[in-house]
């Protein structure tokens, strides 16, 4: 299993997570025309240190959590692997997305 990063990130997109990832799992790109981030199944080990880095709470551990989502990551995945890496905004600068909260 792997962690998946979900709706939340779309258009959103905080970065911290690509900075602690030890397998560099996660990739940055753009999805339906806004940010976006993936963690790839095949690389990720589920060590949960992505989850807790994303101030919106963004990163759910299991794919049976967000199966939809979890077919994007993998399927994005392929697409982003070779973008280059974000730099991370602000942990405390407020969401863009009116429906997502600093947790
Ligand atoms: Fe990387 Fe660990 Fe997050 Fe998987 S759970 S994407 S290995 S930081």
Redesign the pocket.
């Known amino acids: 299993m ?2 998946v990063i979900t709706e939340k990130c779309l258009g959103e997109r905080y970065g911290h ?1 690509q900075g ?4 560099e ?2 990739y940055a790109g753009t999805y339906q025309g806004k940010d976006f981030m993936v ?1 790839d199944p095949v690389v ?8 807790t880095e994303c101030p919106v709470g963004s ?1 759910v551990e299991s794919e049976d959590m967000d199966p939809t989502y979890a077919k994007i990551n993998a399927d994005l995945a392929e697409k982003f692997k070779a973008n280059p890496k974000v730099t991370a905004r602000p942990k405390d600068e407020a969401p863009k997305k009116p429906t997502n909260k600093l947790v």
């Open positions: 792997a962690y997570c602690v990832c030890p397998t799992a996660i963690i990720c080990i589920s060590c949960g240190a992505c989850a990163i």
